[in-house]
């Protein structure tokens, strides 16, 4: 029986996302949802944005914000600290817009 490792475990699973992200804009939607609905932290949301992003691919999301592909990938690590046109226009290529609704 072979045994996978933990590194292609995840490869895997970025593999799956990206082409999912991509093709499907109500999954990606839904998984900001929960990404947003269920985060502790600001980092996560950013994190989320950022996986949507690459799935978009990032030198394109990039050029459509007005940024470099490295400032991108900055803007949303964990440690970022985006600009709102910035989470706006990465939104907008992955085919989805902020809103915003009450909590209970």
């Known amino acids: 029986m072979r045994r996978h490792s933990r590194s292609t475990a995840a490869a895997s699973y970025d593999q799956w996302a990206r082409r999912t992200l991509t093709a499907d804009t109500e999954l990606a939607a839904a998984y900001l949802r929960e990404v947003v609905e269920h985060s502790d932290s600001p980092e996560e949301l950013l994190?989320?944005?950022?996986?949507?992003?690459?799935?978009?691919?990032?030198?394109?999301?990039?050029?459509?914000?007005?940024?470099?592909?490295?400032?991108?990938?900055?803007?949303?690590?964990?440690?970022?600290?985006?600009?709102?046109?910035?989470?706006?226009?990465?939104?907008?290529?992955?085919?989805?817009?902020?809103?915003?609704?009450?909590?209970?």
């Open 47 to 104: 994190l989320g944005l950022r996986r949507i992003a690459e799935a978009q691919g990032m030198s394109r999301v990039a050029e459509a914000a007005g940024l470099s592909r490295e400032s991108l990938y900055r803007s949303l690590s964990a440690a970022g600290n985006p600009r709102l046109s910035t989470l706006v226009a990465v939104l907008r290529v992955a085919g989805l817009k902020l809103t915003v609704r009450p909590t209970a």
